[in-house]
């Protein structure tokens, strides 16, 4: 996952300062990505060099305090819309952004929970194509097993994610 997109999505949510981010990410992510603060404030440099984010002043404390541009939003938008690949995750990038989805604001946690069902549904017949072809070699088929079973798990994941998520909003509702 990359950080610049989870500072993208706690900045959506209003203006804040670096140490501020850092403090929600950890939070939100269930701190399974710990931050260094020197890597929020790097982030936040190319962030504002790229145009995705500007400097909004600073607090009464006197801290600098950043708020996310429209190109920011729509590069926020295009990371929520497209799919984590499987072969993309030196971290669990897709519970982080579940997670960023949850915790954003003016996020559509539902669209983001079924862009990434269908394309693990795609992957998974994908992998049961390739599994057909591989009748001569027992190791490739374990390998492709073993992306079958995380892609049947990843499913499972997320049909649970979309019934907490509807039972969280029940109950905001209530």
């Known amino acids: 996952m990359s950080i610049r997109h989870g500072l993208l999505a706690l900045l959506n949510g209003g203006p804040r300062y670096g140490y501020h981010l ?23 440099s190319r962030l504002e060099r790229d145009g995705l984010v500007a400097p909004g002043g600073a607090d009464e404390q006197g801290r600098a305090v950043y708020t996310i541009t429209e190109a920011g939003r729509e590069e926020l938008e295009r990371w929520f819309s497209t799919p984590v690949a499987q072969n993309d995750r030196p971290r669990d990038e897709l519970a982080i952004k579940i997670a960023m989805a949850v915790a954003g604001a003016d996020v559509d946690v539902a669209a983001v929970i079924q862009t990434q069902r269908e394309a693990t549904m795609r992957a998974l017949q994908e992998l049961t194509r390739a599994k057909r072809a591989a009748a001569d070699g027992l190791a490739q088929r374990l390998v492709i097993d073993s992306s079958i079973f995380k892609a049947e798990a990843e499913q499972r994941w997320l049909d649970h994610c979309e019934a907490v998520s509807k039972d969280a909003s029940k109950e905001k509702k209530a």
């Open 22 to 44: 850092r403090v929600e990410f950890e939070a939100s992510t269930g701190a399974t990505w710990p931050l260094n603060i020197g890597q929020v404030y790097t982030t936040l």
